[in-house]
């Protein structure tokens, strides 16, 4: 079976992203809000057409600034639905803003997303699954999977035979055995 190692080493468009994000621990609350929008935005598409839209989508979404986005009205969905630079789906489009506005009403007992998704792990994919429907808005089993993959709370990301893989391991990422846990 072919991994995403097998292919996005060298690759233009896949080897940063590969080989310096997929997979590290995420402590920056607009780079966890940004793989969510991302994620969700996948839904249905390429890996590839997001890196792409990458700028666009940072552009739109004001940084990934998570109090800009849930201060987002009606004028700036409109914006949004009428950016060729990002995916103009409603149901993404109003996921963000609200997964935004949710994450605000989070930090006041979590302190920041960060907080939240540190005070539930560990958690298998399955319970991580149910919580993130519960809590957010279009996180179906791939998205959730491959966000917590992304940002380190989930193995996965990297084959044991990548070299990537063990420049995660010496960092101690919150899915690994033994691994310390961050503090809040």
Known sequence: MSSYCDYAPGNPIHA?????????PVD???VLFERLI????QAGLSWELMLKKREGFRAAYDGFDVDKVAA??????TRLLNDAGIIRNRLKVDAAIANARR?????A???SFKGWIESHHPLDKADWVKLFRKTFKFTGGE???????STGYLPGAHRETCPIYRRIARISPPWMPGAKKAKK
């Open 16 to 24: 940063h992203y590969h080989d310096r994000e997929y997979g590290f």
């Open 143 to 149: 998205i959730v999977g491959e966000f917590l993959m």
């Open 28 to 30: 920056d609350e607009a």
């Open 72 to 77: 987002y009205g009606e004028r700036d969905r």
């Open 103 to 107: 994450i605000v009403e989070l930090r």
């Open 38 to 41: 991302l994620e969700i935005n």
């Open 109 to 111: 007992d979590y302190g």
